[in-house]
């Protein structure tokens, strides 16, 4: 069965301080893709950052970057200097090359503190 | 340039009724997915649309379809409504139908009674 877990239901940071969110996931595909969603209160989900699965170099965004860990399926995502705005839900997801359909994790709650 | 949006943001239906739920996808997006969110829970796959043709659905029963029009726009239609069907139901848009970057509404939040 295809999976995504997020073994973290909440997290909490401080203000400009590192925080980092875990994520497995299980496939028998070699080639896919991985993805970080951020879903504020609002709603609204955004793309956080994005990793394709044959790529040995992790993804990097501004002040979002992930350790993927292929062998051992696993995907993490590290946020630098965090920001109130990054206050949100976190998602884990992949999808299947060629494909849109996104298999999501149950998700992470960060808070962050002043 | 316009994001997606969604219609209603919000409605209540009984047990038994059919709802529509509309989608305006990105400039220039010509794939649209609809994903559920049940409370607490991580998004799932519905189906996608690509130049008005179903091309992927995932593990929801027949009574769940859609309709993509020629300006790309979208709906989502639910017959017999029921209570599990209560949910946020999201529209996503894509320049592509193979990248997984998508591009989101704010959804619409269906109760069920």
């Known amino acids: 069965a295809q999976t995504v877990t997020q073994s973290q239901p909440e997290m909490s940071v401080q203000e400009a301080e590192t925080v980092t969110l875990s994520c497995t996931y299980d496939?028998?595909?070699?080639?896919?893709?991985l993805f970080w969603y951020k879903q504020p209160p609002s709603r609204q989900m955004i793309l956080v950052i994005r990793?394709?699965?044959?790529?040995?170099q992790n993804a990097t965004e501004n002040r979002f970057s992930v350790n993927f860990q292929k062998a051992a399926k696993s995907f993490s995502l590290k946020i630098s200097d965090s920001q109130l705005g990054d206050a949100a839900m976190y998602f884990c997801a992949y999808s299947v090359g060629g494909y849109n359909k996104l298999i999501f994790g149950a998700g992470t709650r960060l808070a962050v503190h002043p | 340039e316009t994001g997606v949006t969604q219609s209603p943001t919000h409605l209540i239906k009984t047990r038994g009724q059919q709802v529509t739920l509309r989608c305006s996808s990105q400039s220039g997006h010509n794939t649209v997915s609809w994903y559920q969110q049940a409370l607490g829970q991580g998004p799932q796959f519905i189906f996608q649309y690509y130049r008005e043709e179903e091309n992927g659905r995932g593990n929801f029963p027949p009574r769940f379809s859609g309709l993509q029009f020629p300006n790309y726009s979208s709906e989502l239609n639910v017959n017999a409504l029921e209570l599990d069907d209560s949910a946020l139901y999201l529209c996503a848009s894509s320049p592509r139908t193979d990248t997984g970057e998508l591009f989101f509404g704010e959804g619409s939040r269906l109760t069920v009674l």
């Open positions: 990793q394709e699965a044959y790529k040995q």
């Open positions: 496939t028998s595909e070699s080639d896919y893709y």
